[in-house]
């Protein structure tokens, strides 16, 4: 097993999975959104800025963990007010775990790697994301040394606390380390850090496991409350606990106290039981944010890693939460689909409240690939998002069926003046999943003359998906549509690899909500999104069982959907099942196939929600072949009508 597969077993070890449906959002006090829902999440975009800070090229190349601590102790831990409390002359020490260290081929981004610590930190002075005022540390042993890996850390007075653990040889944790670095002049000393083993934070009794230290809060009311999980050993899952101690007694860790359900004890073995557990179902690593209105935000990943993040607000540090909401969706595992068999996956979501802004909070969370190293710098790194706190997300729209009006090279003539609803770009990526390759930054232009005059209609930036499919705010008439690209590829490589630009317009046909939506599958998995698009290929599998499983983005009513096989009778698809699920996990059959024949099989089924749909093939072929390999050719979705 590698050095970084060793960490995601330990962090990661239940299977790569999706989410729950989202629960409702509680009602906002702190101030009226721009819009109001009942079961909207709050608005979540890309936070580009700062994920380009962790996007480099030599030295710290990738790392998991990413804890911000505020080196002045300005920590946004006095009911909300404090969330932004960075400022341009501000210092603040990032803790990473598993770091990589060497240079990366500035065209493929793949490693030239010469090194690898358990963890690192960086120091960042300022407020906003300055490479050139971010220095990395690194050292022979890593910043803290070497043997475990980091939790959350606080700075008190002239020292920057942090726990760290050792694991055992299953990598579950063995020990929970407490170590101190002093602050000279307000930066943290690396040379002079100071670990004290086995400090007391950890429950073991063959049925769980619980460590503390995974997310640290200073109170409004004095207290350090300090969280953690319990690990369920039979089936990994985890469990939000927390403890609590007076901020100048941090490093007494006989002075803590552990939440029972009822009351802090001295004793932490409590924090086993059931009624000590404040939220179900978290992260290894998380946040609990005090915002105003005096609601405490936690962020997390729903099971361990997944393809989304999610929030819950209490009412106290120590809850009641109220129930998960998913917020966003992260693109990576679909995105380096390819590049690593479906095996990419997202983990450990957490706030960086004092780096926030006032009204959108700062979230982090990791990539990485599940069972081997990644291979470039895309992989291992975090990604950034800013929570909007005033406003909720817009709402999902359903996809509108579509027609090509016109496919092919970066000028479109579509034949007449029409009126274009949207448009579609596949990129480099699409087939050969070198998304280092796909097309960055770009906008689409419309004419009525090929002379021009071209008006823009749309503007990308900071582009990374295989594919780009978007609809216009407003229907464009036009008779030339044109693609001009300003940043071709995700380095300084300048060559443009676009594979088709497409208009398309809106048709009154019903819509296949499936339609180039993510495909994963049992095998061939660099194939399988043939399936939701209408103009690839067969997607073959020699494989005698196989399933596939389509993200519809969304909940969505289905009521129909249809399956194109191989086309001859011997070939077409005997035996299969379609199934949904809530959370690419738990799979409820929804219809059942027997003894097909025909080319295209078109089903009406008992209508019913769900995000995921997925096809099981059981008997790929006539009996009389031998050649046992499945042909797919479509898999389309509808809504009841």
């Not at 260290?101 to 490693?111: H, N, S």
């Not at 900071?462 to 693609?483: C, D, M, S, W």
């Not at 199934?579 to 996990?585: E, G």
């Not at 031998?626 to 797919?632: A, H, N, W």
């Amino acid at each position: 097993m590698s050095t970084v597969s060793r960490r995601t077993f330990l962090r990661t070890n239940a299977a790569l999975a999706g989410l729950s449906a989202s629960a409702a959002l509680p009602a906002l006090s702190w101030s009226s959104p721009t819009t109001s829902s009942a079961d909207r999440p709050l608005r979540a975009t890309r936070a580009d800025e700062w994920t380009e800070l962790f996007d480099r090229r030599s030295g710290w190349i990738g790392a998991d963990g990413i804890y911000s601590v505020p080196l002045d102790g300005r920590d946004g831990g006095d009911g909300g007010d404090g969330m932004g409390s960075a400022t341009p002359g501000s210092r603040t020490a990032f803790i990473f775990s598993d770091t990589r260290i060497g240079t990366v081929d500035p065209d493929t981004l793949t490693y030239r790697q010469t090194g690898f610590v358990n963890n690192s930190s960086a120091v960042l002075v300022g407020n906003r994301p300055d490479p050139a005022r971010t220095t990395f540390v690194l050292g022979e042993n890593g910043a803290f040394g070497s043997g475990f890996w980091m939790n959350d850390g606080i700075a008190i007075g002239d020292t920057l606390y942090a726990t760290g653990f050792a694991p055992d040889s299953d990598w579950n944790a063995a020990r929970v380390d407490l170590i101190a670095v002093p602050l000279a002049g307000g930066v943290p000393d690396y040379t002079a850090v100071r670990r004290t083993e086995d400090v007391g934070l950890l429950v073991r009794d063959g049925t769980y496991i619980v460590m503390f230290g995974v997310g640290i809060m200073p109170g409004p009311d004095g207290f350090v409350y300090v969280y953690g999980y319990r690990n369920t050993l039979a089936g990994g899952q985890k469990d939000l606990v927390c403890a609590r101690v007076r901020r100048e007694q941090f490093a007494d860790i006989a002075s803590w106290r552990f939440w029972s359900g009822t009351s802090w004890s001295p004793d932490i073995t409590v924090s086993v039981q059931d009624a000590a557990v404040l939220h179900a179902d978290v992260s290894t690593e998380l946040s609990v944010t005090p915002i105003p209105g005096g609601r405490y935000l936690l962020v997390y990943l729903r099971n361990v890693n997944s393809t989304g993040l999610e929030y819950a607000i209490g009412s106290s540090p120590i809850g009641p939460f109220g129930p998960g909401v998913r917020f966003y969706n992260c693109p990576e595992p679909y995105v380096y689909e390819a590049q690593t068999a479906g095996g990419t996956y997202c983990y450990n979501a957490k706030a960086h409240p004092s780096l926030s802004e006032d009204g959108r909070l700062l979230i982090s969370y990791n990539v990485n690939r599940l069972g081997a190293d990644p291979l470039t710098t895309e992989i291992y790194r975090p990604r950034f998002v800013w929570l909007d706190l005033h406003r909720f997300a817009d709402e999902s729209v359903v996809p509108s069926a579509t027609t090509d009006v016109a496919a092919g090279g970066r000028v479109l003539d579509l034949g007449g003046l029409r009126t274009v609803s949207g448009y579609r770009v596949k990129h480099a990526g699409y087939e050969s999943g070198q998304t280092a390759f796909n097309t960055r930054d770009f906008t689409v232009e419309a004419a009525h003359r090929r002379t021009g005059p071209w008006r823009p209609v749309d503007v990308v930036t900071g582009n990374i998906h295989n594919l780009t499919e978007r609809r216009f705010p407003q229907p464009v008439p036009a008779r030339y549509l044109r693609l001009t690209v300003q940043r071709p590829t995700q380095s300084d490589d300048t060559i443009v690899r676009v594979l088709e630009f497409a208009a398309v317009a809106d048709t009154t046909g019903v819509p296949d909500l499936a339609r180039y939506c993510p495909v994963l599958a049992s095998a061939e998995n660099t194939t399988a999104h043939y399936v939701t698009d209408p103009t690839a290929g067969l997607w073959v599998n020699p494989s005698h069982s196989t399933w596939l499983s389509v993200d519809l983005g969304a909940d969505r009513t289905i009521g129909r959907y249809t399956v194109a096989h191989a086309g001859a009778a011997d070939l077409n698809t005997r035996d299969f099942q379609l199934q949904s699920s809530d959370n690419n996990k738990q799979w409820t059959t929804r219809d059942t196939v027997r003894g097909n024949t025909a080319a295209t099989t078109d089903r009406t089924v008992a209508p019913f929600t769900a995000r995921y749909v997925r096809l099981v093939v059981t008997r790929p072929v006539a009996d009389s072949v031998p050649d046992k390999t499945t042909r797919i050719r479509s898999v389309t979705v509808h809504p009841s009508t």
